[in-house]
């Protein structure tokens, strides 16, 4: 059954939808492009579809079978749930918590990102850019990074949006954007793709990219692009964060669990992939920076649609792309722990939802007037060491210690095969990466000097 006294999912669609808004976030569209840029473009991809395949997968379907096996709504509480029922220690509950903290310390600084990609809309829709030099476009987003009035009214707008639609609940809220929204969001993508390549073939930008992306150079393969690789996998998927435990509780049991896990995968990086040429044949077409990290997207991409035909609304239409993603992305990342929060108090999901979003714009304040508290929970604390632990919990629980007759129930008899084959890379597979990714996050940001 699904977890008892709360919602569902209204159909397949809706809760394919929402897990796919979930993981499709600006980690495809800012963060991919960055890694693909700075890590040898080809290689890097190659390394990540692999890193989707066999590690991404199988703890994403962890966590939806954690999700609907257990309980409760909450992470935590679905893990304390299934601990009793398999006969083992809550102390593996441990992993939900993790999952849920990190959510939440994401969520807060991924206001203060949105509330950039917010910003940029109105800029572009005023010729901002037009007539400035790359210096000067790139100081603009300095300018913006450094000033934390400007970036406030932006940022409480998107997290009382965030606050809103989850205080709506699963169908009411989270659904109904993920339904409307995801399909507005892939139709502006491969329209801008397209502009991209089209404009860009004349010059060569178009075949530099799709050379630069599809033709792997095997010589940047390192142990750091690998790495980089796939830690970009877990951050895409959503992995770590107590999410897809939480939308795994909402799951019916006509959805097949293994087949979901599959779907949302090759659609999030499909959506990597087709970001990958948005972006990258404008880079090409006029020879700017492709390995200029973060700064492809609020320096690089302006310089080059500031001279663009049509630049301004192709400019304004990818950062309404980008602020489609982070809605869905960001009422995911707050879910976890208004579950947690309703469960715990029981409290209604409106005040739930209210009083945690509360906490969330204090923390993300810290993030906006304080540079290091961003890079402390970002880099320091939720990337290298929370999600990574997180994951690698749930996929030794789910692999070693859940009860084998809960595991075969929500697997199902209709993909035997399939369920079959990840359980392999549960138990097995993903453990190792990401205890390879756990160690060498801390060991990159405390002992590399």
Known sequence: MAAAGTAQWSSRFAFIMAAVGSSVGLGNLWRFSAEAGTNGGGAFILIYLL??????????????IIGRA???????????????????????????????????LIVSFYCMVAAWVLAYIP???????????????????????????????????????????????????????????????????????????????????????????????????????????????????????????????????SVNIPRAAVTVGVTDTLVALIAGFAIFPIVFAN??????GSGIFFKTLPTAL??????????????????????????????PSVAWVSERFGISKAKAAWST???????????????????????????PIVAPLSALLVTLFTGWR????ILAQELGEDSKLLGTFLMFFVKYVAPIFMTVVLISGIYSRFFSG
Not at 148 to 172: D, Q, W
Not at 287 to 292: E, K
Not at 402 to 405: C, E, G, I, Q, Y
């Open 287 to 292: 020879g700017l920076d492709f390995d200029a």
């Open 402 to 405: 859940l009860d084998k007759n």
């Open 123 to 253: 800029k572009f829709l005023t010729g901002a850019f037009e007539g400035q030099t790359p210096d000067q476009i790139a100081n603009q987003f300095d300018v913006l990074y450094a000033s934390p009035l400007k970036v406030i009214p932006f940022f409480l707008f998107f997290a009382f949006l965030t606050a809103f639609l989850v205080s709506r609940g699963v169908n009411k809220g989270i659904e109904i954007a993920a339904k409307y929204l995801m399909p507005l969001f892939f139709i502006l993508l491969i329209g801008l793709a397209g502009y991209s390549i089209i404009s860009s073939a004349p010059s060569g930008g178009a075949q530099q990219a799709f050379k630069f992306m599809f033709t792997p150079d095997f010589s940047k393969i390192n142990g750091d692009v690998a790495n980089s690789a796939l830690g970009q996998a877990c951050f895409s998927l959503g992995i770590g964060n107590a999410i897809m435990i939480t939308y795994g509780s909402y799951l019916p049991r």
């Open 357 to 383: 979003a509360l906490a969330m714009v204090c923390v993300g304040l810290g993030c906006i007037f304080h540079e290091r508290f961003f890079v402390l929970i970002d880099q320091d604390i939720v990337g």
């Open 70 to 104: 257990g309980q409760a709504a909450s992470a935590v509480n679905s893990m304390n749930d299934l601990s009793d029922r398999s006969s083992v220690s809550k102390a593996w509950s441990s992993g939900g918590w993790l999952g849920m903290i990190a959510s939440f």
């Open 306 to 335: 500031s001279n663009a035909p049509a630049g301004n609304l192709i400019g304004a239409a990818f950062f309404f792309l980008a602020f489609f993603a982070a809605i869905t992305s960001s009422v995911s990342l707050l879910e």
């Open 51 to 64: 890193c989707i395949a066999f590690v991404g997968l199988p703890v994403l379907m962890s966590e939806y």
